[in-house]
């Protein structure tokens, strides 16, 4: 009876719901009509197309294709991606709350209102800028593997499977949760309030319900799709219908959603503290349903997790210090590709001109073999920082950029050789100069698919990521944090804190982050514009997972790209599709130390708010 609910479930969604690829951080496809004015109005593509770019209106201030103007304020600012969220680390703040009592409310609050990026199942990444010590620090809050799962033993259960790489859903990519010891960690660094305070919004939201926007209820129709497919590998499914579909329906925009489960755990957190999730009886819930559905993690994982306070790393691109967090995440691979970027002349090239697409394109490309083959977890692999970020090594690599033709291929030595030579962001900043930098997720999306009983969350699915191939930094092994995708940003100017900002969306994040930086470093663009222009996203590059880059990729670009431009980025060799999604969700806080104010924004492809006082 349980099965045949299963397929009748998933039978009624496959009547209504495009069958599109489910993203990282659920961004990969972001199919959802920005202007609809009725639901019933969006039937088909035709429709869709009725309310293009002719139909906006027209702005009296600044670029015409910002959406609204940066918001500014005095005493604090929060940018998130659901402006309750928002509205709750305001809250927070006024309370007197610091920055990092803000982020921990607003990101437990995005936890429910957002599931489909982000929860309590999921890692963290942090930078945040302590005006008291007047120094940046960063935290590594992600998880790691089962430890009583060894690589023979998943090689094994893989090949009974019939697969030759780790599956996205179901027992097998599960790691260890990070997020609730990240909020702890910096809580005891930097928090003012108590964590039951922090806490007290989302637990109130998820007894009394909050209601889904427009994107958060198309991503979970979607997530529904995939985890209700009897090929997902997914043990276990009840608990993610009882959660996220009451009645076995998937929730409508605007529906009041309710989860008391969640409630519950959150208020075990805000009570025993970390204690409760990693030592008690959040644990033993994961344990006993792990067991239960034949999946390895134990409560021995959870109990022996510990987040990683690192060092963030910088370059100077053009007088500006960008900071991103060390491997095992991705963050600086967006500062390689702008170290390449420094030798051009951006300006000179006009903004989203084909010069200016095809080298960022390139330097993407060049940036991304050095993740392929570097970026992991660096207890078990010493990457070579010093030597990749080099203005040197840059220069080396822009020499393999020609103006004329792409780079579909890029031969490269063993690791060994350069020794010598689906996400939510938000940011919060306070009036005593702290600014927090977060960013949080469960992959693909909502995650595994995997809900432990009665908690009312998902587990991620971030072991994904691990390549099978022995001997690459990036392998699988039990205690190991896997390679990560999610990174957080922050900008300083002569040794002054100047920029708090994050781009989701999975390999989207370093080229979104060198687009922002070199939109507003380059071309002067206020903090709402850099994020509302047209994008770029190259697909196609070589992995962490195994991949190799054989054709050149494909570079995806939005339609503010104009058709002259995308001709030319052909006829040089690229693979030139246009469309939306994808592209990932921006949010920023910059300090204008002259004006002594605060600017903030989140763009328009998502649902997100910037707001201050």
């Known amino acids: 009876m349980k099965n045949l609910l299963k397929v009748i479930v998933f039978a009624g969604l496959l009547a209504f719901l495009p069958f599109s690829s489910w993203a990282e951080e659920g961004d990969k496809k972001q199919m959802v009509a920005n202007m609809t004015l009725d639901t019933t109005v ?14 906006r209106g027209d702005r009296n201030v600044g670029a015409q294709f910002a959406t609204r103007s940066q918001v500014i304020a005095k005493n604090g600012m929060a940018a998130t991606s659901i402006p309750l969220a928002t509205q709750v680390a305001l809250d927070i703040l006024k309370k007197g709350g610091s920055a990092v009592d803000a982020a921990i409310a607003a990101n437990a609050a995005i936890g429910l209102m957002e599931p489909t990026g982000n929860g309590i199942g999921g890692d963290l990444y942090a930078i945040v800028w302590d005006p008291e010590s007047r120094k940046l620090y960063g935290l590594n809050g992600s998880g790691r593997s089962p430890m009583g799962l060894s690589y023979d033993d998943l090689a094994a259960e893989l090949k009974r499977r019939g697969r030759s790489d780790i599956p996205p859903y179901g027992s097998l990519p599960v790691s260890v949760p990070g997020t609730v010891d990240g909020w702890y960690e910096l809580h005891g660094k930097f928090g003012k309030l108590s964590m039951a305070e922090n806490l007290a919004p989302a637990i109130s939201y998820a007894r009394e319900g909050v209601p889904l ?37 998937p929730p409508v925009e605007g529906q009041i959603f309710q989860n008391p489960d969640l409630a519950n755990s959150l208020s075990m957190i805000a009570e025993g503290g970390r204690a409760a999730f990693y030592n008690g009886p959040i644990a033993a819930t994961i344990d006993s349903y792990m067991r239960r559905i034949g999946g390895a993690l134990r409560r021995e994982d959870l109990a022996a997790h510990k987040s990683t306070w690192v ?36 300006k000179a090239m006009g903004h989203n001109s084909a010069d200016y697409l095809h080298v960022h394109t390139e330097a993407k490309k ?65 009036k005593d100069g702290m600014m927090v930098s977060l960013i949080q997720s469960n992959y693909r999306g909502m995650g595994s698919g995997l809900v432990p009983d009665g908690l009312g969350f998902m587990l991620q699915d971030r072991g994904q990521l691990f390549t099978l191939k022995k001997g690459h930094p990036n392998v699988y092994a039990p205690g190991k944090r896997p390679f990560h995708t999610i990174i957080p940003a922050f900008v300083m100017k002569d040794g002054k ?78 693979t030139v599709k246009v469309g939306k999604g994808g592209y990932g969700g921006y949010q920023m806080i910059l300090w204008d130390e002259k004006l002594g104010v605060y600017k903030g924004a989140s763009e328009m492809r998502k649902d997100g708010q910037a707001s201050g006082y």
């Open 42 to 55: 969006k039937k088909n593509a035709a429709t869709d197309n009725k309310w293009s770019q002719s139909h």
């Open 213 to 249: 926007t427009q994107l958060i209820a198309y991503y979970m129709k979607m997530a529904g799709a995939r985890y209700l497919d009897p090929k997902s590998g997914v043990e276990e499914t009840a608990n993610f219908l009882k959660t996220y579909f009451p009645g076995g329906i």
């Open 311 to 346: 060092t963030p790393l910088s370059i100077n691109y053009r007088g500006y210090d960008v900071f991103e967090l060390p491997p095992n995440g991705q963050g600086i691979a967006a500062l390689q590709q702008l170290n390449i970027l420094e030798g051009y002349d951006l």
């Open 366 to 430: 060049l940036a991304f073999e050095d993740r392929a083959r570097f970026y992991a977890d660096m207890d078990y692999y010493d990457a070579p920082l010093d030597r990749l970020l080099s203005k040197e090594y840059a220069a080396e690599r822009r020499a393999m950029i020609a103006m004329d033709r792409v780079i579909n291929e890029v031969k490269y030595p063993d690791p060994d050789v350069l020794r010598d030579g689906d996400t939510i962001y938000l940011t919060v900043a306070d």
């Open 497 to 574: 804190p100047l920029m708090s900002f994050g781009l989701m969306g999975g390999g989207m994040q370093p080229q979104g982050h060198a687009q922002i930086m070199t939109n507003m470093i380059d071309f002067g663009m206020n903090v709402q514009e850099a994020g509302d222009v047209a994008r770029y996203r190259h697909d196609g590059s070589s992995e962490p997972t195994g991949e190799v880059m054989k054709a050149g990729g494909i570079l995806n670009v939005e339609s503010g790209v104009e058709d002259t431009v995308i001709e030319e980025l052909r006829r040089r060799g690229h």
